[in-house]
Each structure stands twice: as C-alpha cells, then as structure tokens.
C-alpha cells in the first residue's frame, strides 16, 4: 500500500472559523447551517481555541465562547504525512486536527477526509479486525433528551437504535441533536430572605420577600421518542465488508459510523470511521 499523502493533500483549506469574542448562538448556528461539528476560534488569523458540539450538549447554559472552548489545541503541520494526523487522532480521541503554519490557521483535517483518502488506497482487509466490541444502543421509545444524556456519559458519538424484537431501526448522532437543537431563553426566580427565623428583629412581612430575577438561555431538545428523529434509513457493513469498500461508503454518504449487521438484521457491532485511521498507523509502523 503506497502512502506518499500530505496532510496538505486532503485538508479542507476554506475553514469555518469564529473571531473572539462571539457568542455562543453564533456557533450553534454555523454548525446548524454548514454541518460541521466544530469551530475553531480565532484573532485575527491567529488560532485560539475550538468549540465542538459536544462542547454546547456538555454546558447548556454557557453562553461565552472563551468558556466553551478547549485552549490551545492540537494541531499540525500542511506538510505532515497523513499517517501522522492519523496518530494523533487515534492517540488523543480527537475528530480533527487545525493545521496551522506559525499559529496562524491555514485549514482542518478531519477524521473523515482521511476516511476519504483510505478510501481510494484499495485496502481489501475486511473490517472486522477493526470493528471494537462495547455497543451502546437505544430502546426507540427513549426520549431524546435521555439520548443526550447517555451520549454524554457514554462519550460515544452514535448510538443504534433497536425495537422491540432487538432489530436495527435506525441510528442517532450527535450531530442530529446539535441540528434539532434550539436556544430556549428564560426567566428564573431564586428567594432571598432579608432575614432567618432566628433573628428575633425581623418582621415576619418581611421574611422570604426577596427574590433575584435572572435569564437563563440554554440549548433545548424536543421531547419526543428517539424513533420519531433518528435516521432510519441506515447504511449498514457486513464483517467481511473490505476495509476501502466501506470507507469509500462514509465518504459517500458523509456518516461516521456504520452498524455491523447478521444476515437477519441483528445488531453485530458498530465499525466507527476513526477505528479505519489504525489501518495507515499500522502501515508506519
């Protein structure tokens, strides 16, 4: 397999960005209209920090971006060959990578562009050596806010969503719930006393009378049933699927995962896109 790629080769150079100090309505909003899962935050030029959606479901109520934002992440070079950005991803967890010359930020490669490059490298190793064992699945009456919440702490971008005859029905992504995502703004009370019932001087009138007024703006999620949102078309892999087959596959339809699945339709694993990256790791190596 002949790997003579550059990260300069595939990285997308016309990048979304955000100049501090923008809001954080801004960013929901870009991400909603580009499909993007992350925004990289600069000054002029300068790169700063980068917000992702998991970034906005983790902290509802912030609203400020140099709060949201991971500082000072990591980046690479245009000329670095992209079995190094694959490194890295694989090592740090990461989707994607700003590719910076003297700080300033010249473009981003994602996970999916180097699916994208795999993908024309006619690997015909099947997937299943990559496909990881620990599914995370849904029951497709959850509510989505729940969903949320086990995205979270289960730190898996994507979740299959089964019936109840344990068939595969569909699929949903965090990038679905950043898309049906809304900003919900609100007034909250909080009470103060101007005095405890211990303190003998105080009136009773005026006890508990207090109350602090505030606006909360925060991201809401419909409360329906994951069925009634999750993508049910879903593109599917076989273990024996080849390794390019299946990245030419994500590439296509522009998902970053793909349900591993028996002959009748039995959930049987989920390959991810960056499980793929190992396949260039181990060439290097």
Not at 235 to 250: E, G, L, N, Q, Y
Not at 264 to 284: I, T, Y
């Amino acid at each position: 397999m002949k790997q003579a790629l550059t990260v300069d080769d595939i990285m997308i150079k016309s990048v979304k960005s955000i100049e501090i100090p923008g809001s954080r309505d801004e960013v929901l909003d870009l991400m909603q209209k580009e499909r993007i899962s992350a925004v990289p935050v600069v000054k002029e030029g300068t790169l700063l920090g980068i917000v992702t959606r998991i970034d906005l479901l983790k902290h509802p109520t912030e609203e400020q971006i140099a709060l949201l934002m991971t500082r000072d992440p990591v980046t690479i070079t245009p000329d670095a060959p992209i079995s190094e950005a694959a490194r890295i991803l694989l090592m740090t967890g990461l989707r994607r990578l700003p590719v910076v010359v003297k700080n300033k930020l010249v473009g981003i490669v994602t996970v999916a562009d180097i699916v994208g490059a795999i993908g024309q490298m006619d690997i015909t190793v099947p997937i299943k050596i990559y496909v990881k064992n620990g599914i995370v699945a849904v029951w497709e009456e959850t509510p989505v806010s729940v969903v949320s919440e086990i995205i979270r702490l289960s730190k898996h971008d994507a979740l299959p969503v089964l019936n109840n005859k344990n068939e595969l029905t569909g699929i949903i992504t965090i990038t679905d719930l950043i898309n049906m995502s809304r900003i919900e703004d609100s007034v909250e009370k909080s009470d103060m006393s101007s005095g405890a019932d211990e303190d003998k001087w105080t009136w009773e009138s005026m006890r508990d009378t207090m109350s602090l007024y505030y606006g909360v703006s925060r991201i809401k999620l419909p409360d329906i049933p994951v069925k009634n949102v999750m993508v049910k078309e879903v593109i599917t892999a076989f273990h024996k699927t080849p390794v390019s087959d299946c990245a030419k596959k994500m590439r296509r339809n522009r998902i970053e995962q793909v349900p591993v699945i028996t002959a009748d339709n039995k959930l049987d694993g989920l390959l991810l896109d960056r499980d793929l990256l190992a396949v260039l790791v181990q060439h290097e190596a």
